[in-house]
């Protein structure tokens, strides 16, 4: 299995990797340049993943889908490894920042070398600060995750022991003064010992792509640049509404006239949202003030 592999000029490294303090002094690549207009999102966590986090990472990315973000990660086994393949499911870009070089015979971990062939294949790109040839040593990951944090716009954890790579990847994420993102877990769950503390410490606690994409900046629904829908114009003007999701004003849309609640719930579902999540949404616009239930309907306030 061969790929071509060429060395990035600078000019054509990611903007936000120039910026840090300890930048590398050469960059490989195999693949496409990646597009620098897009968000780069950092998707990292634990080898031991549990089924939760494999579930959370599908979702999320699935929900990215159509968005103008590129996912980044270590092509490490675990997390790593579900985050590239759900990207490259859900046409998102991927990127894979692996801890030897590029060339397949050095490439690390091996299970993951035809994971690489295709990320390039699905238009991605495969990025490494050492020579082709080189092969992964303990001190190899803690560097490359520099790489990751300091590219990205912002770095999501999923799990990870306070013990581990990925907790050196979200400091220096913190350190490169970038978003630092974190999905909050069971508390007796030594994989959720890491995103927890960052939470405790100020992270960004996401419960849903919606959280993702507004700490990207591009979740909040632009009531200028967005083609309504003619039942949709009325709210086009309506300020009040800018500090809702996509998916709050979607509900608020179907609230143009009182439905019961149930009914309000099959119409919100036919958008492939889950009945749980409807609830959680409903639950968040009558604490901003925006709906209420009388008389067994919702309407808006």
Not at 109 to 115: D, S
Not at 127 to 150: Q, V
Not at 272 to 292: D, P
Request: aromatic share 6%; glycine share 6%; charged share 25%.
């Amino acid at each position: 299995m061969q790929y071509a592999i060429k060395k990035l000029e600078k000019e054509a490294w990611p903007p936000l990797l120039k910026q840090i303090n300890d930048p590398p002094k050469q960059l490989y690549f195999a693949g496409r340049i990646p597009d620098y207009s897009q968000k780069f999102l950092c998707i990292v966590g634990s080898r031991k993943y549990t089924n939760y986090g494999r579930e959370v990472v599908n979702s999320i990315i699935s929900e990215l889908r159509g968005f103008p973000i590129t996912i980044v990660s270590g092509l490490a086994l675990g997390i790593d490894a579900i985050a590239h393949r759900s990207a490259i499911q859900n046409n998102l870009t991927a990127i894979a920042v692996p801890g030897s070089g590029l060339d397949p015979e050095a490439m690390h971990p091996k299970t993951n070398v035809q994971l690489a062939k295709e990320i390039i294949d699905s238009g991605g790109t495969l990025l490494s600060e050492y020579e082709p040839s080189f092969k992964a040593t303990l001190w190899s990951f803690p560097l490359r995750n520099r790489i990751m944090a300091g590219m990205c716009h912002a770095t999501l954890i999923v799990e990870a022991e306070q013990k581990s790579g990925t907790m050196i990847t979200a400091k220096l994420t913190t350190e490169y003064n970038r978003e630092l993102l974190a999905i909050p877990g069971n508390i007796t769950s030594p994989m959720s010992e890491g995103p927890n503390m960052f939470i405790r410490l100020g992270a960004t606690l996401i419960r849903s792509a919606d959280d993702v994409l507004e700490a990207l900046g591009i979740g909040r629904l632009n009531y200028e640049s967005i083609p309504l829908r003619s039942e949709e114009q009325s709210f086009a003007g309506l300020k009040k509404y800018q500090d809702c999701s996509e998916k709050e004003i979607l509900i608020l849309n179907l609230l143009k006239e009182p439905l019961e609640k149930d009914v309000l719930i099959r119409k919100v579902a036919k958008n492939n949202i889950s009945v749980a999540e409807i609830q959680t949404l409903l639950t968040l616009l009558e604490l901003k003030g925006h709906i209420e239930e009388k008389m067994g309907e919702m309407r808006l306030k």
